[in-house]
């Protein structure tokens, strides 16, 4: 059984199935599948509803990662003293969007849920 997870950009194998909401800054929140190359289909997102947060459409693959890189290196203190245990950081970026990721076990980004 394929389980799909992850997915925050239309880049790749991505389908955005239903926009739910958009922030003024692009960052939207989507009902997600992923293509499954085994089958030759999409499947639904697994996790969160179904739900990703997405970057904006407008960034290309190489945007991301400046983006990203820079909320990494602009961190803001985390209120969660749990989450930041288990390797999580939060950052905003040069464009101004909020994204947060891990360190460990999976090195992951994504834009925050809260977005000014």
């Known amino acids: 059984m394929t ?4 997915g925050h950009t239309t880049l790749g194998n991505i389908r955005v199935d239903e926009v739910l909401h958009k922030f003024k ?3 939207y929140i989507a009902k997600i599948s992923l293509f499954d ?10 996790n969160n509803n179904g739900e990703a ?3 904006p459409e407008t960034w290309t693959a190489d945007r991301v990662k400046v983006e ?3 909320a990494y290196y602009n961190q803001i203190e985390i209120v969660n003293r ?5 390797g999580m950081w939060m950052g ?3 464009s101004g969007v909020k994204i947060e990721g891990y360190t460990y076990p999976k090195v992951t980004a994504f834009p925050s849920l809260v977005q000014d």
């Not at 389980?3 to 992850?6: R, T």
């Not at 749990?82 to 288990?86: G, H, L, M, T």
């Open 68 to 70: 990203i890189n820079s």
């Open 92 to 94: 905003i970026s040069q």
């Open 82 to 86: 749990a989450r930041k245990a288990e």
């Open 37 to 46: 190359a085994e089958s030759n289909q999409y499947i639904a997102k697994s």
């Open 25 to 27: 800054n692009g960052v």
């Open 53 to 55: 947060m997405m970057f």
């Open 3 to 6: 389980v799909a997870v992850g």
